[in-house]
């Protein structure tokens, strides 16, 4: 049973940046696939980014393409969502989630079985 904690949200200017956060516990980030989605007020739940062991790159929603990066540190078992440029357009809760089988896209929430319990991302104009 994989155990994800997200943190590093938080309050910024529109233009700022914020790093995400999400520890797992119980399964090993280097062979998983880690993703990251959103919800922003009052809307459906959204992919960002995702990660796999397969490819040393990201693959990004538009709106997250050229702003966002997806790394990983396997040492300390941790994902991160480096966000850049941001706009109020990019409040929302931001969850981690993990999946352990690629599906070959990884964008869609049934691909991954486990999810952290989300971070509150608040970019103000």
């Known amino acids: 049973q994989v155990q994800l904690v997200e943190s590093g949200g938080g309050l910024v200017q529109a233009g700022g940046s914020l790093r995400l956060s999400c520890l797992a516990s119980g399964g090993n980030v280097s062979r998983l696939v880690m993703g990251w989605f959103r919800q922003p007020p009052g809307k459906a739940r959204e992919f960002v980014a995702y990660r796999t062991w397969i490819y040393e790159f990201g693959v990004y929603a538009d709106s997250a393409k050229g702003r966002f990066t997806a790394s990983r540190d396997d040492a300390k078992n941790t994902v991160y969502l480096q966000m850049n440029e941001l706009t109020p357009d990019d409040t929302a809760v931001y969850y981690c989630?993990?999946?352990?089988?690629?599906?070959?896209?990884?964008?869609?929430?049934?691909?991954?079985?486990?999810w952290g319990q989300g971070t509150q991302v608040t970019v103000s104009s």
């Open positions: 989630a993990a999946g352990e089988v690629w599906t070959g896209t990884s964008i869609r929430e049934d691909d991954y079985e486990y």
